[in-house]
């Protein structure tokens, strides 16, 4: 497989493992409580925020929704899309590594671009992600009119690139059929079977590859024998056919006047959705006019620079996710991605860099809250309610000296461990020495004065006390791992228990 390649790209691939751990800090609540837990509004460089993320949702996002700078070589009011093409790579890069790893087993990651570096990304994705786990490229409708001065083209599309962690694994959700798309279906003849449309009764084969399709079928009405054209044959064998005109399925029009049969489609048997395409069209997706309107109801005093309408992120989410999933957009903008998840009842993380995280995200989301009516609201019934929670990145999990940071408590210490041991993200809210199994090992914290006394003696050193009670809380005969300030067991007795020591803080930061 083809890899791109770029100035310093071997300092981009070592840039998501050297990124630093960072604590989230929740700065504010809003709308109901318990609402707000499932729902972050984090602003911060979303590459620290990504790695913040990791220990507590490494697996579990099911839906990734990017919206990243295009590099147009433009700027604009709330970002710089100026960068040299291989910034813009190394940007991306430790970006979309660590995204993957956030992505759940059956989940996918949705990116937007368009011509300037969607070729690139491409390839990018294909090295990340691998190549197996492209999905498709949507082509979205995202302007109507013209572009009369434009120097070649004049374009009228973007691309949305989608992934899957495992594509196999990944599976979308019919959309629903458009008042278009039912104006064929009727019941003339009032089947109690319920609406239907008639579809030919042929397929493109000639009589020679296929004689046992050519045969004749009796008019009902004239009795002549009907046999379908020279290049084409029956799209049914006989048999098949018998079926059909046992079951009520043939159709010749209302007074029987046709020439040639057709075959009664049902709604019912072949459902209200359909499989998705890969043209969306802005009847059906909005458009960057939708996206604008929306910006000035929401925010008459300046709208954000480059907004997506929320019919874009309507339809992803529908064919995506189901209620309750989560989603994550590290490049929230003005919020579209988390207003519409909340709306339409899945669990939402969003990111967002700039201090517009402040003046138009956070106001968004209140109005979401609040109930507005703009946007898919009145199509899906939105009435308000939920509500979200605002975090800020605090400070590294270790200092400089690679010591833990006092602020660092027991439960955000074991998530990173068992993150760091399993590459999974915690099983539990970790509230016990007893982190959990994994893979026939048990993992242990001794941190902080988690057994009630801070003094070494207490419960920070594994002496043979506390490795009884280890024992007393983990009675499996797997092979221990216990992360401590030291150790007074000699290496000759840990090897006979079963049990590998790491000493913290320096087997925390080495790994």
């Known amino acids: 497989m083809p890899f791109l390649d770029w100035v310093n790209k071997n300092n981009a691939k070592g840039t998501a493992r050297a990124v630093p751990y960072h604590l989230l800090k929740r700065e504010a609540v809003y709308g109901d409580v318990a609402a707000a837990t499932e729902n972050l509004l984090i602003q911060g460089d979303n590459l620290l925020a990504l790695k913040a993320l990791l220990p507590f949702y490494a697996g579990r996002v099911k839906c990734i929704v990017i919206d990243p700078p295009y590099n147009t070589q433009s700027a604009f009011e709330h970002y710089d899309d100026r960068l040299e093409h291989s910034q813009w790579l190394s940007m991306m890069y430790p970006r979309l590594v660590l995204l993957r790893d956030l992505l759940a087993e059956d989940g996918a990651i949705w990116v937007t671009i368009d011509d300037n570096e969607a070729h690139y990304l491409k390839v990018l994705m294909d090295e990340v992600f691998a190549r197996k786990n ?14 009369n001065d434009a120097q070649w083209f004049s374009t009228s599309h ?54 046992n399709l050519y045969y004749p079928i009796i008019h009902p009405k004239t009795g002549a024998e009907i046999f379908p054209s020279e290049t084409r044959v029956w799209g049914y064998d006989q ?25 009664k489609s049902f709604l019912n048997e072949v459902g209200q959705g359909l499989i998705p395409d890969t043209l969306w069209l802005r009847d059906i997706a909005g458009d960057n006019q939708d996206s604008r309107r929306e910006g000035l109801s929401l925010f008459p005093a300046g709208t954000f620079s480059t907004p997506k309408p929320e019919k874009l992120l309507h339809l992803i989410l529908t064919i995506g996710t189901e209620e309750g999933d989560l989603v994550l957009d590290s490049f929230l903008g003005s919020g579209t991605t988390s207003a519409v998840a909340h709306k339409m009842g899945r669990r939402y993380i969003g990111i967002e860099t700039g201090e517009h995280a402040r003046t138009h995200c956070v106001p968004r989301l209140e109005k979401v809250v609040a109930g507005e009516q703009g946007g898919i609201s009145e199509t899906i019934g939105w009435k308000g309610g939920g509500g979200f929670s605002f975090l800020t990145l605090g400070e590294p999990v270790f200092t400089e000296d690679g010591r833990i940071n006092a602020a660092v408590t027991f439960s955000t210490l074991a998530a990173y461990v068992w993150h760091v041991e399993t590459g999974v993200s915690g099983p539990q809210d970790f509230n016990s020495p007893f982190l959990g199994m994994h893979e026939g090992k048990a993992y242990f914290l001794l941190y902080n004065g988690i057994l009630g006394d801070r003094r070494p003696a207490g419960g920070n050193v594994l002496n043979s006390a506390l490795l009884a009670h280890l024992r007393a809380l983990c009675p499996s005969s797997a092979c221990f791992v216990v992360y401590g300030e030291t150790a007074r067991l000699g290496p000759a007795r840990m090897a006979a228990e079963g049990v590998t020591f790491k000493q913290i803080p320096y087997d925390v930061t080495m790994r």
């Not at 992934?163 to 019941?187: C, F, T, V």
């Not at 098949?240 to 399925?249: I, K, N, S, Y």
């Open 158 to 211: 973007d691309h949305v690139l989608v992934y899957g962690k495992n594509a196999m694994n990944w599976r979308p959700n019919k959309i629903g059929r458009s008042a278009e798309q039912l104006k064929g279906y009727g019941n003339p003849d009032n089947d109690s079977r319920g609406l239907w449309q008639s579809v030919v009764y042929t397929c493109a084969k000639s009589r020679a590859e296929r004689p």
């Open 239 to 263: 048999s098949r056919h018998l079926r059909h005109v046992a079951e009520g399925r043939i159709w010749w029009g209302e007074n029987q006047e046709k020439d040639k049969p057709r075959l």
């Open 134 to 147: 492209f999905i498709a490229n949507i082509v979205w409708q995202k302007k109507y009119a013209k572009q």
